[in-house]
């Protein structure tokens, strides 16, 4: 139907997938002071945190190839796994990633993670505990500069209009899409329909969603120019539907809404 959502959103998706399939937790960002027996994570915008209550040599090992499993599940095959400790070394060889990994790390309890001169990943290891950071900005240059179209897919924004009577619901359409990721814009002006189209196009954003008080929703596609008719329940009905997902997309292995799929 419509994609609201860009690249960064699409790594944090890949992330959150990766993660999981670890067998960690998502949970807010806080400061644990006991972690025993805990595997957990959480986003915060700019960072993946990934920690475990656990440090033994096959959890250091783990939490490395957790990076690089992130790497290579978002298209990332030449990167760099710099470690400075022979046992996490021979383990990372043993896990299949003889190729990536380096004895070239300055700290035994450390290791980072990097691509086309890019530190995208940092690890730390004490003695109760093992926990990784995913910097996504510098995630994000390393897959620019390996050839991924990062400026292309990134999410334009869209702006949501409210006919007479109808703020309530544009208000709560735009809520819904924000937070779920989604660049979303409330017209807040006095102006008509068309002066919020001029200042859609002005702004170069991709799409108006038009609410009116009886419930109708038009979404004007203006990349795809094209004018999709639905109702609020409908639109909204799809968070319920598949996990909170704005894109109104098939899921597949294609689908590039940025959103947790499966969560």
Avoid at 210 to 222: E, T
Wanted: with cysteine; charged share 30%; net charge negative.
């Amino acid at each position: 139907m419509i994609n609201l959502c860009g690249k960064k959103k699409e790594v944090q998706d890949i992330l959150w997938t990766v993660f999981t399939s670890f067998g960690f937790s998502e949970t807010e960002e806080v400061k644990l002071i006991d972690l025993h027996n805990k595997k957990l994570f959480y986003l915060n915008g700019d960072e993946a945190v990934v920690m475990s209550g656990s440090a033994t040599a096959k959890q250091r090992a783990e939490m490395a190839a957790l990076c690089a499993e992130a790497a290579m599940a978002n298209g990332l095959e030449n990167f760099e796994i710099s470690v400075c400790d022979a046992a996490l070394y021979d383990l990372l060889v043993l896990f299949g990633f003889e190729k990536m990994v380096r004895m070239n790390g300055e700290n035994e309890t450390k290791f980072t993670v990097s691509a086309n001169n890019e530190i995208f990943a940092r690890g730390v290891f004490t003695e109760k505990e093992s926990s990784c950071t995913i910097l996504i900005p510098s995630f994000l240059k390393a897959l620019e500069k390996a050839g991924a179209d990062i400026k292309g897919r990134e999410a334009e924004g869209s702006l949501v209009f409210a006919e007479k009577n109808a703020e309530g619901l544009a208000y709560d359409v735009a809520y819904n899409l924000r937070v779920n990721g989604c660049i979303i814009e409330y017209y807040n002006e006095d102006g008509n329909i068309e002066d919020a189209e001029k200042y859609t196009v002005d702004k170069g954003l991709s799409c108006i969603i038009r609410v009116y008080a009886d419930g109708k929703l038009l979404i004007k596609d203006f990349l795809k120019d094209e004018i999709t008719e639905t109702t609020v329940a409908d639109f909204l009905g799809y968070y319920e539907e598949d996990e909170d997902c704005c894109c109104h997309d098939h899921h597949g292995d294609d689908c590039d809404c940025g959103h947790h799929h499966g969560h």
